[in-house]
Structures are given as structure tokens and as C-alpha cells.
């Protein structure tokens, strides 16, 4: 006890602050090297943003390509000058370098930092009843990583080079030896310094995400009373932790490899006929490790999307979610298992058929926990009072696309159809299905939900829709038909196809999918406009818009640096008490006591107000 | 709502900052058990497929692990005496096991100089990937070593400011977690590289 009163009256004056509400910080403390959860979390959002905007469009200019090989690409030569060749087509090498930026772009700057970084930064104190993380610090550190993480990688993709080219996945040993293209010069080295310095933002931020969670929680938010967003992000924390240091450890080595002459995954290479030094080594150890990150990667993407949708179908359809302990349940299933699949990515590097078949069964379980949220998704919506408002409906387009691409999964997880389908584009169809939309539909959701807590005003609804509707049928536009040209065999990263007979047939789909991902993309402009237009001039916002639970909402419109003025509020019951038999209103805050709703209390919550009063 | 209210919860959530604090020290650690947790799968991956050098450990890193263990040892020390107030101690204490991880690093540095004289090499034509491996993992935890001196030199800063005592425990607490977490993970490689290899 001694220890801890020292600790209180040590700590007076550095625990003050958060009660001075008033008192202005610097320009500069408050907007740029903020400390503020939420101010952090709006930094992700609109670097997150930007790098979509980039991604996105390096994706437009490989669909120009496949969609329209014969097109006349002189109009793009203002823009990317010399990878226009000089018969005004786009050149091979950079098309390469299209593909491998856009799916590093999107998949870790994106939907991991502008995902993740986002909601868990802006959700995480404000739900759980914080005043801040805990580490303000290592929090504004974070960001300041990827920033600085996003220059290099921004800047790879100007020099004469070109950025990498071989994959996100970047295989040696075509990204271990630097002659093997152009960008696996010094492009692959900006890449492999950019992604060191991701991971150390990553892990500043994760760490900070689960600390927070596990200690800093207000009087009576027990685990089971958490909102699933706050579980979603808490088990993100946790696989990001576990596995960015092994994306680290075989980064580490590629450098060596590349620059210091090491040979741990190069062997046997002939360049012009001549045998490098390089011997003794495996290409495939590096692919072990890649995948023991990449497919945990892939939920770290995943679930604070299926966290956010919890919340906002469960929000309005103003009922309860349904199987809040099998969601939890489930999202720890999924979290342990993605640490035990990742060979599934690797049935044609020659591993013994037994070891596949493992991992086969081990991956097919992921179907299980998988299904039971998408029931559970479809059990919530089913006869409850749906209000459609923008990021509903995009919870729900996660839904639908998170099932029509989590079924293939099924599929390529089978040792022996995967043989057949590997590196088709059936994999990118279910991919960009199951991970890329989902994921995005789920940030689209949250940015729609959470915008009147974070600018204090309204988004545009009709635009909203526009928006929803376009993307939705956009993405299946794009995505579906690709299904076909995978199963007949089609390889995936191919620069032209129109070379191979079997595969000329497929030159109107190409077309047809490349103006419905133009189609598409351009509808993501409209989101743009709504919400930069709505951050200054949307119509101010309610405090509770949406009538909900959870604590975020109890906040003042424009919380300070600190969340609650005066006493952070205290939890009596969970988040999703929509629609309560008996109770006045449609929803009982997590804010008032069972003493207060004794019309609405049931024999459970009886015993709960008995507790509640002994206290 | 008396102010007494307000003291217990301040106090309550001054010792979740505390907490918070050692929280983040050992997920941190965590993350560096998965690193060499990668490195020594990998190793042990490699060395299954065959074309594998079977290398001698210096004799110089069993000395060096000594070193190391010693240096848990006062950093012990330093911890207990700061509990008992005992101030000089502690300073004495922090002092030797600076010391001490100083030698460690030079006798690693050493140690690979033997290695090379064994014509065992990290880089070039003649290197096998075993070499690397060793070199690698002996390497990167010596880098965390010179981390953990920095945080040593924090510490004993603090230390001869007097501002560690016992009720001032949290530095003093996470360096020598941290410290022994580096000498625990040292002693897992010599062993790991001693009879796996």
C-alpha cells in the first residue's frame, strides 16, 4: 500500500492536465505531434485516405493494360514519363511495379495502418471509458513511423528504377538479388526500409492498443461487457504483435542477403551464365516465414472490420447482437488459428502431400468460427426495426461479400484443387472478395458511423448511398467474373495475356471488368467530396445520432483532450441493450444502472442490481 | 462525493499507469521473443535441408556467459538494496553490472574475431549459411545488450540523483526485467547453439 500512495502524490502533476480542459496547446502539440488518441486517430484516417487514393489508382492503371491492351497510353506520358514506351504502350516492368505497389499499399497502408490505426486509435479510449492511451507518447510515435514509412515507400515509386517489382510478397530470390529486374534495386531497398519502419509503428501501436485495453478500462466496463469493437481490436493488437516481428526477422535477412552477401535464401542462381556466390540457402524458408506474418496479416486486416460491423448491425437494427459470447468466441478461434494455416499459401512449393493435407484440415476449421459471425451477422439483421443509413448498409455489403468470399476459400483451402488454382485469378477474385472488400466496406462503414463523434457533423446520406450502391455492385462487377477466368486457368500478374490462345477468349470480360473497376473507383469520389465537404459545411451533429449504447456517445460533441468533462462515467451493463422488453426507450445506455430500468430488469438482472447496489 | 472519493481514484489509477507501464515492457519483450523465435526456426528449418557447417562455439561466449549471469546477478543486487533503501548499494550495484554488460559485449566482439580465425565467416564465397545464422543471433542480441546498457545508464543517472528508492521502484523495476529477460534469452542461445548445431 506504501508504494502506492508514493505513486499518488508523485503522480499529481503529471495527472492534472487531463482536468484542464482549457488550458490551448501549440498548433503544432495539438494538430502534428499530438498525444490525443483521437486527434492520432484522425491523422491514420487521412493519411489511410490518401494512400487508398494512391493505391487505388496505380490498380486503375494495370486494368488500362488488361482491359484495353491495344489502347493508345500516350495521354498518361505527362505522368509517368519514361514507363510509357515508345510505342505508347505501358512498359512491362512497370506494370509489374503497378501490381506489387498496389497490394503493398493497400494491404498494410490502408486496411492495416488506415484501418486499424483509425478506429483502434479513436475508438479503443472512448469506448472502453479512458482519457487516453496508455502511452500518449509511444501512440504519437506510432503514427509518426508510418508517416515516415510512407515517404520512403512514396518516394520508391519516382525513382528511375521503379519500385519493387517482384510481388508484395517479395519471393527471393527475385527480390533478393539485385540484378534481377529493375525495381529490385534500389526500389526493394526503399521497399524493405519503408516496411522495417511500418512494422516498428505496427508494433508501437498494437502494444499501446492492448495495454490500454487490459488496464486503463472505467469502474464496471468488465471483459464482458466490452463492446465487439473493442474485442475485435484488442485480438487485432494481439496477432500483430505475434507476427509483425517475424515479417521483421525475415526482412532482416533479405537485407543481408541483398547487400551484405549472406545467402540465406539464395542458391544455385545463374545470372548471364555466370553462378552467383550465393550458396547454401532456401527460397522457400523465406516464403515460411513471409506466411506466418502474411496470413495472420490477413486477419489483422479483417477483423476490426468485422468488430466495426458488430457494433453498427447491431446498432440499427436496434437489437441486440445476436451471440455476443459466440462472436467473442469466434474471434478468438480465428485469432489462434491464423497463426497454424499459413502453408496453406504454399501447397506448390513441393511440401510433403502429409504436411499439406494438415494444413488443409487446420484451414478448413477457419470455415467454423467464419460462419458462425456470418449467421450471427444474419441472425442480428433478421426481423429487427433495420434503419439504413449509409454505414449500415456497408456492414451489410460486408456481409455479403464476406460469405461470397469466404465460400471460395473453401475451395482454394483443398491441397489438391489449390494445385489447379494457385496463382489464378480465382485466388484474386476470393482475395479481393473476402479481405480487400470486406475490409473496406467495414472502413467505409466505420468512417460513416463515427464521423459525427469525430468532426461533430453529419455526412451527406444521399451521397451515401450513391456511394454504397455503386461500390457494391462495383465490387462484384469486378470481382465475380474473375472467378471464371481463374478456374479456366488464367494467371494472375501477367502483363499480356492476348499472347496465349487459350486465354484470347477472355479479352471482353477483361474489358468489361476493367470499366466497372473505372466505374467504381470514380464512385469513391463522391465519398471523398462528402466527406471532406461535410468536415467543414455538413449539418452539425446530435450527440447520440444513432441512439446508441455505448460510451463514445457520452462524450461532449467535441471532446477535449481528455474524452469526459469531469468524472469518466461509470459501466452497469453491456453495450447492445436495443429494444429491451418492458424498457422506455428502444435503448438503455451502458450508462444507467439496473436501479433505474427496474421496468425492464430481468431475474438475471435482478441478481446484477443486487451486486450493484452492495458496492 | 467527498474528496476522499477522488484520492482512491486517483490512486487506483496511478497504480493502472504503473501497470500500463510494466504492460508494455513485457509485450515488447514478447515481440523480441518472436523475432529470435523466427530466427532459430529458421535455423532449425536450414539445418534440416542439409549443406550445414558444424561450428565450435568460442570458447570466449561460455566465458561471456558467465559474464552475463554475474551481471543478473548485481543487477539483483541493485533492486533489493534500492527496496531496503540502501542507496550507496544500489549505485555500486548498477555501476558493476554496467560494467559487466560492457565486458560481455567486448568479449562477443571478441569472440567473433576467434571465429574468423577459424576461417568460420558471416559474409563471402566461403561462408555457410550456419555461419550467419550464428553470427546473426549472437549479433542482434548483442545490439540489445548495448540497448539494455543504455537503459542501464538511464537508470544509474537516476540513481545517483538519488531519485530510486523504495518507493521509487518503477525504473530501476523495468531495467532489471529487462536485463534479466536478455541474459535469460542469451543463455537459451548458447544452449540452443550448443547442442543444436
Partial sequence: ?615 | MGVSEKISDKIEREASIVLSKKMILWIFIITIVMMFAAWTSAYIFKRAEGNWLIFEMPTLMLYSTIVLLVSSFSMHMAYSSAKKDNLERVKIALIFTTILGFIFVVLQLFSFKSLIDKEIYFTGKSSNVAASFLYILTFIHALHIVAGIVFLLITLAKSLGNNIHSKNMLTLELCATFWHFLDGLWVFLYVFLYYIR
Fill in chain 1, 1 to 615: 500500500m506504501a508504494h502506492l500512495e508514493h505513486t499518488a502524490v508523485h503522480g499529481h502533476d503529471v495527472h492534472d492536465e487531463h482536468h484542464e480542459e482549457h488550458h490551448e496547446l501549440s498548433f503544432i502539440r495539438k494538430y502534428i505531434f499530438s498525444e490525443d488518441h483521437k486527434v492520432i486517430g484522425k491523422q491514420f484516417l487521412i493519411t489511410g485516405l490518401i494512400w487508398a487514393v494512391i493505391g487505388g489508382t496505380l490498380s486503375m492503371i494495370f486494368r488500362l493494360q488488361l482491359g484495353l491492351p491495344n489502347a493508345d497510353l500516350e495521354w498518361l506520358r505527362p505522368i509517368l514519363g519514361e514507363w510509357i514506351t515508345p510505342d505508347h504502350k505501358l512498359s512491362q516492368e512497370f506494370y509489374l511495379a503497378l501490381v506489387t505497389m498496389h497490394g503493398t499499399i493497400m494491404v498494410f497502408f490502408v486496411l492495416t495502418a488506415g484501418l486499424s490505426g483509425t478506429f483502434s486509435n479513436f475508438l479503443i479510449p472512448l469506448q472502453i471509458g479512458a482519457r487516453d492511451m496508455a502511452s500518449g507518447f509511444l501512440n504519437m510515435l506510432s503514427y509518426w513511423f508510418f508517416f515516415v514509412s510512407g515517404v520512403l515507400m512514396f518516394i520508391s515509386l519516382f525513382i528511375e528504377t521503379g519500385p519493387a517489382s517482384g510481388g508484395w510478397v517479395i519471393y527471393p530470390p527475385l527480390s533478393a538479388v539485385q540484378e534481377a529486374m529493375p525495381g529490385s534495386g534500389l526500389g526493394m531497398t526503399l521497399w524493405l526500409c519503408a516496411m522495417a519502419l511500418f512494422i516498428i509503428s505496427s508494433l508501437l501501436g498494437g502494444i499501446n492498443y492492448i495495454t490500454t485495453i487490459i488496464n486503463l478500462r472505467t469502474k464496471g466496463m468488465t471483459f464482458d461487457r466490452l463492446p465487439l469493437t473493442i474485442w475485435a481490436f484488442f485480438l487485432t493488437a494481439i496477432i500483430g504483435v505475434l507476427s509483425f516481428p517475424v515479417l521483421l526477422s525475415a526482412a532482416l535477412l533479405l537485407i543481408f542477403d541483398r547487400s551484405f552477401g549472406t545467402s540465406f535464401f539464395l542458391s544455385d542462381i545463374y545470372i548471364n551464365g555466370h553462378a552467383l556466390d550465393h550458396v547454401g540457402g532456401s527460397p522457400i524458408l523465406f516464403q515460411h516465414l513471409f506466411w506466418f506474418l502474411g496470413h495472420p496479416e490477413v486477419y489483422i486486416v479483417l477483423l476490426p472490420a468485422l468488430g466495426i460491423t458488430s457494433e453498427i448491425i447491431s446498432t440499427n437494427s436496434r437489437k441486440p447482437i445476436f451471440g455476443y459470447k459466440a462472436m467473442i468466441g469466434s474471434m478468438i478461434g480465428i485469432t489462434f488459428l491464423s497463426f497454424i494455416v499459413w502453408a496453406h499459401h504454399m501447397f506448390v512449393t513441393g511440401m510433403n502431400p502429409f504436411l499439406g493435407s494438415i494444413f488443409m484440415l487446420l484451414t478448413l476449421i477457419i470455415a467454423v468460427p467464419s460462419a458462425v459471425k456470418a449467421f450471427n451477422y444474419i441472425t442480428t439483421l433478421w426481423q429487427g426495426n433495420l434503419i439504413f443509413t449509409p454505414g449500415m448498409l456497408f456492414s451489410i455489403g460486408l456481409v455479403s461479400v464476406f460469405i461470397s468470399g469466404g465460400v471460395t476459400g473453401i475451395i482454394l483451402g483443398n491441397a489438391a484443387l489449390d494445385v489447379h488454382l494457385h496463382d489464378t485469378y480465382f485466388v484474386v477474385a476470393h482475395f479481393h472478395l473476402v479481405m480487400g472488400s470486406a475490409s473496406f466496406f467495414g472502413f467505409m462503414a466505420g468512417v460513416y458511423h463515427w464521423f459525427p463523434k469525430m468532426f461533430g457533423r453529419m455526412m451527406d446520406e444521399r451521397l451515401g448511398y450513391v456511394h454504397f450502391w455503386m461500390t457494391f455492385v462495383g465490387v462484384y462487377l469486378v470481382f465475380f467474373p474473375m472467378h471464371y477466368q481463374g478456374i479456366a486457368g488464367f494467371p494472375r500478374r501477367y502483363y499480356t495475356y492476348t499472347v496465349y490462345n487459350a486465354f484470347n477468349s477472355f479479352h471482353d470480360l477483361e474489358a468489361f471488368i476493367s470499366i466497372a473497376a473505372f466505374i467504381t473507383f470514380g464512385a469513391q469520389f463522391i465519398f471523398g467530396f462528402n466527406f471532406f465537404y461535410s468536415i467543414f459545411k455538413g449539418r452539425p451533429a446530435s450527440s447520440n445520432p444513432w441512439r446508441s449504447n455505448t460510451l463514445e456517445w457520452t462524450t461532449p460533441l467535441h471532446p477535449g483532450h481528455g474524452n469526459w468533462v469531469g468524472e469518466i462515467p461509470t459501466v452497469y451493463r453491456w453495450p447492445y441493450d436495443y429494444s429491451k422488453p418492458g424498457a422506455e426507450d428502444d435503448f438503455i445506455p451502458q450508462t444507467v444502472p439496473y436501479s433505474q430500468t427496474a421496468s425492464s430488469n430481468t431475474e438475471h438482472d435482478a441478481e446484477l442490481l443486487k451486486n450493484e447496489q452492495s458496492h
